[in-house]
């Protein structure tokens, strides 16, 4: 064993990375990580019993303590009709779970120096400059009058989602509304589409309300992704592959899946009438909701992502890591510390970084997250988070839209937590 990790210290210098930087996920021990196994049973208890019941197709679900891979399994199908057993390596469509890693992208070419964090995003996609208030909202045909905001939106806002900008298909309905009739998209199975021109379209059309003043979950990530392009000269799909996901070996992280890897997608479901059925197209925007198994072009910053519960860990382990993974160090220390920073002040209550939900002491009292920690979800019933001061990330994916249980991802959070004894 010495002799091999000799060999790989002078394989990594070769390589012009030092030995010490290699922190990869490993299998480890629970009892060695301050894990009960007995209590982990319980996980195994809940799942079983939802997926028994109807409540899910099935779920996969990872808990990392110390960077050691403590718990990995799946339950359940892949497909219920078929009984295809759903397996660990299964892909999920992650929706809104892109935003983090968009939000990473971004904050990369923070740190090259191609933009400011307040500058408006007009300076960098005019479309967006003098931007409008909704002052009026027609329901009959969707016409609207509108007054000049009181300020630019700035790149900050769209990460910490209080530019003003709503979302299509999921937000107000005077917003969903303009977004429609604009041609503007969710994101979400939008292949056809080409990202840039209809964030340009998007940039004429009005604000929900004025920049900075209130917390309005919308299309901002999507307008990040374009920025991404723009900054730098590339596709964002491009981008994210060669700069992010080949880096941290995310092999199975596609806006669109290659053809090897159809039959590794999970199918979609929806709750209706209490009964589990198999999405059909129509779901968000007309979507088939295989998209993932085409060949798409449109990058949702904000939605389009699917992946594994490995590669998102192995993302999530960067943040822990202080901005380095597999040897390859993607975000200085001081950075990670800004993006999980709380951005947000009164009268806004939610509290938000720049890319993720955040426990701070005002919040703290709602979960047993410590504070630090940082996490979000997907549309899909996907969940996760990450606990720098316990060294703890915790993630489960299911596909099921329009389903009733929802706070499954609260109920593994709580099995997962009260699994720590050490």
Do not use: C
């Not at 091999?4 to 299998?27: C, D, E, H, R, Y």
């Not at 303009?178 to 379209?201: C, E, F, H, R, T």
């Not at 004025?210 to 392009?229: A, F, H, I, M, R």
């Amino acid at each position: 064993m010495k002799k091999i990790n000799v060999v790989l210290a002078a394989m990594l210098i070769t390589a012009g990375l030092p030995a010490q930087s290699l922190k990869v996920l490993t299998p480890g021990k629970p009892e060695e990580n301050g894990i009960s196994p007995e209590r982990l049973a319980r996980i195994d208890q809940t799942l079983n019993d939802y997926v028994s019941k109807g409540y899910i197709p099935g779920a996969v679900a990872l808990i990392i303590r110390n960077g050691k891979i403590v718990y990995e399994k799946s339950f359940g199908y892949s497909d219920v009709e078929t009984k295809a057993p759903l397996k660990n390596d299964h892909i999920f469509r992650i929706a809104s779970q892109s935003k983090a890693i968009t939000s990473l992208a971004v904050m990369m070419l923070w740190e090259e120096g191609k933009f400011l964090l307040d500058e408006p995003i007009s300076k960098y996609i005019p479309e967006f400059k003098n931007p409008k208030v909704l002052a009026s909202f027609n329901e009959k045909d969707s016409s609207y009058t509108t007054q000049p905001a009181k300020s630019e939106i700035t790149i900050r806002q769209l990460l910490t989602h209080n530019s003003g900008i709503d979302y299509a298909a999921i937000g107000s309905k005077e917003f969903k509304a303009i977004y429609a009739k604009a041609g503007v998209p969710s994101g979400i199975g939008n292949n056809d589409q080409v990202l840039g021109d209809k964030i340009k379209i998007l940039g004429q059309l009005p604000l929900k309300h004025n920049p900075g003043e209130q917390w309005t979950y919308g299309l901002n990530t999507d307008v990040l992704g374009y920025l991404v392009e723009v900054l730098s000269g590339v596709s964002f799909d491009e981008f994210l592959h060669q700069r992010i996901f080949r880096p941290l070996g995310m092999n199975d992280t596609y806006f669109y899946l290659p053809k090897e890897k159809y039959s590794r997608l999970v199918s979609l479901y929806e709750t209706k009438d209490g009964k589990l059925l198999k999405a059909k197209p129509g779901l968000y925007d007309k979507v088939d909701p295989n998209y993932p198994n085409s060949a798409g072009k449109y990058f949702s910053g904000g939605a389009g992502l699917s992946s594994t519960v490995e590669d998102y860990a192995k993302f999530l382990q960067l943040f822990l890591n202080k901005g380095e993974y597999n040897g390859a160090r993607l975000l200085g220390r001081k950075t990670v510390e800004l993006m999980l920073t709380n951005q947000l002040q009164p009268p806004i209550m939610e509290r938000f970084g720049l890319g993720f939900g955040l426990e701070t002491s005002d919040n703290d009292y709602r979960s047993p997250f410590t504070l630090g920690s940082f996490s979000w979800g997907g549309a899909f019933n996907t969940h996760y988070w990450a606990d720098p001061r316990e060294k703890l990330i915790g993630i489960i994916f299911t596909n099921i839209y329009n389903t009733p249980h929802w706070s499954l991802g609260e109920k593994y959070k709580a099995l997962v937590y009260q699994a720590i004894v050490d």
